[in-house]
């Protein structure tokens, strides 16, 4: 089982800009593809973004496509999202997530962490 820690959230007015990192622990890393979820008060939880094993591979929602960046770097262990032009409405707890697979990104997550705030003011 893998351990995922994320951080790097915060109050941002909109416009600004935020990285959040995902630390992973206790299996192979690169054996996992990964990806970030958000959920906001009231609303169900949705899927932001998702990355293969190696990185090459990117899958965005259409409202975050242009403005948040998904990376990784194995050899740090960790996984990153890169958030520009903050809008309100990205305004969430935002969870990273991850699976074991061989290619791809993933299908189904089976490993979170426990999410981190992110508020975007007007």
């Known amino acids: 089982q893998v351990q995922l820690v994320e951080s790097g959230g915060g109050l941002v007015q909109a416009g600004d800009s935020l990285r959040l990192s995902c630390a992973a622990s206790g299996r192979t890393f690169s054996n996992y593809a990964m990806g970030w979820f958000r959920q906001a008060p009231g609303k169900e939880r949705e899927f932001v973004a998702g990355?293969?094993?190696?990185?090459?591979?990117?899958l965005y929602a259409d409202s975050v496509k242009g403005r948040f960046t998904i990376s990784r770097d194995n050899a740090k262990i960790t996984m990153y999202l890169q958030m520009n032009s903050l809008k309100p409405e990205d305004t969430a707890v935002y969870y990273c997530?991850?699976?074991?697979?061989?290619?791809?990104?993933?299908?189904?997550?089976?490993?979170w962490g426990q999410g981190t705030q992110v508020t975007v003011s007007s």
């Open positions: 990355i293969s094993r190696g990185g090459t591979m990117r």
């Open positions: 997530a991850g699976c074991v697979t061989v290619a791809g990104t993933c299908n189904q997550y089976h490993y």
